[in-house]
Structures are given as structure tokens and as C-alpha cells.
């Protein structure tokens, strides 16, 4: 079984519909994190938390809002769709490992269409 | 200017080739640097942490320059399966929430 599952894996939807993705995580890490990525470009983090009930801004939140109500469960939600949030979303967890570096683990992705 | 940049590629290469990716970062305070490996639209996977000193695991081989702000991948012996999109990661701090992705370049191994 995966360590970090993502639904759903592909989602359609129109402009202005309120949409939630779900990841979750049996690695038992604390540090979660949501990403999107655009075609040829890289990943940029949209909200990230380190534990329950904590929630930090990432790069680009603006349109975004996301719950961490236990561990293993950091859901992402777009209030009111828009055709520029079409992308592949990505939630990851992390480790600090030896010698203090943090590795990221990530889901398999959800893409997303909003027409 | 990008925080990290990358050279998109593609970089076509035959079997057997070595080749080297490189990755340049703009601020002079990051302290922690990863390659990732993605394949196609797929998730990212961590391939390996970049040390000081540089290391070395099998046939790959990063390199950090902090005086120039740049790291460097090194593949020897490409594989067919060593195909994908290379990601450079660059922390600011010491944890992922100030992580800065590079766009990547992407691999294509040839018979």
C-alpha cells in the first residue's frame, strides 16, 4: 500500500464549484505539505503544516484553504474554482533525516481540470 | 531571475553516455540542496541530498559549489531508465516550507 494516498486521482470541474482534495499519510509524519505544478514548470507549495491544527501560507495560497485535523489527513480546498487552478496537485510529508536534512515524500497526484 | 534555475533540456543522450546537469541558486543563504527524480507527470522521488564535500551514490554524482551558487548532477553509464524530468530542490531554512523548486531538466535516454 501507498504511504501517502491522494483523492481523488482525476477531478473535473466547473468555475465557481467548491472542490476538496484529500491526502493521507501512514508514515506518521508530522510535516505535511500541498503543491501544485503546471506543465514544464516546477512545484510550488501552496499551504504547508507541521502539526495538527498548525497551517502556514506557502508561495502561491491566494484561492486556496486547507484543514489538518489529525496527523494523517491534510485536505486542500478551492472555494470557488477557477480555470487557472487546472493543474497536478501534489501532497507530500517529510522526515528530518541524519545529519538534519528534511526529505519530502510525496502522493501520486491529483489532476485537476476546471472548465 | 528564478531562485533556481535550471537548464530545461531536453538532453538526449545514447545509452552508455555520461551527463551532467547543472542548477544555480540566487540566494546566497540556502542550506540544504536535493535532486529529485520525476517521471512523466508522475510523483517526484528523491534521488539524493547534496553535501558539502559531494557525494556519490552508484553511477550518480552531486556537487554543491557555494561560492558560484550552483549544484551539479553527474550520470555516468546512462541507463534507458535513467529517462525522466531531474528536479533541484533548494532550502532556505531547515525545513521543506522554504523549499524552492527548479523547473527541471528532463533526461531522455536513447538505444
Known amino acids: 500500500d501507498a504511504d501517502v494516498t491522494q483523492t481523488p486521482r482525476n477531478r473535473i470541474t466547473k468555475t465557481g464549484k467548491r472542490i476538496m482534495l484529500e491526502c493521507s499519510q501512514t508514515?506518521?509524519?508530522?510535516?505535511m505539505y500541498w503543491y501544485r505544478q503546471d506543465p514544464g514548470l516546477g512545484l510550488r507549495l501552496i499551504y504547508y503544516?507541521?502539526?495538527?491544527?498548525?497551517?502556514n501560507k506557502g508561495e502561491i495560497s491566494d484561492g486556496y484553504s486547507v484543514s489538518r485535523q489529525a496527523q494523517a489527513k491534510f485536505s486542500l480546498s478551492l472555494e470557488s474554482a477557477i480555470p487557472n487552478q487546472t493543474a497536478l496537485y501534489f501532497c507530500?510529508?517529510?522526515?528530518?533525516?541524519?545529519?538534519?536534512?528534511?526529505?519530502?515524500?510525496f502522493g501520486p497526484g491529483t489532476r485537476l481540470l476546471v472548465l | 531571475r528564478k531562485e533556481v534555475e535550471q537548464d530545461p533540456g531536453p538532453f538526449n543522450v545514447p545509452e552508455g553516455a555520461t551527463v551532467a546537469f547543472n542548477c544555480t541558486y540566487s540566494n546566497s543563504a540556502s542550506q540544504s540542496f536535493f535532486w529529485y527524480r520525476q517521471d512523466c507527470r508522475k510523483e517526484p522521488k528523491l534521488l539524493m541530498s547534496?553535501?558539502?564535500s559531494g557525494n556519490e551514490d552508484g553511477r550518480f554524482t552531486a556537487q554543491l559549489n557555494r561560492a558560484s551558487q550552483y549544484i551539479s548532477l553527474l550520470i555516468r553509464d546512462s541507463k534507458l531508465s535513467d529517462s525522466a524530468t531531474y528536479l533541484c530542490?533548494?532550502?532556505?531554512?531547515?525545513?521543506?516550507?522554504?523549499?524552492?523548486f527548479g523547473d527541471g531538466t528532463t533526461l531522455t535516454v536513447k538505444p
Open positions: 530542490v533548494v532550502n532556505k531554512g531547515t525545513n521543506a516550507g522554504k523549499s524552492t
Open positions: 508514515k506518521g509524519h508530522d510535516r
Open positions: 507530500a510529508t517529510s522526515e528530518i533525516r541524519t545529519g538534519g536534512l528534511e526529505t519530502q515524500y
Open positions: 503544516s507541521f502539526d495538527v491544527k498548525d497551517i
Open positions: 547534496v553535501y558539502s
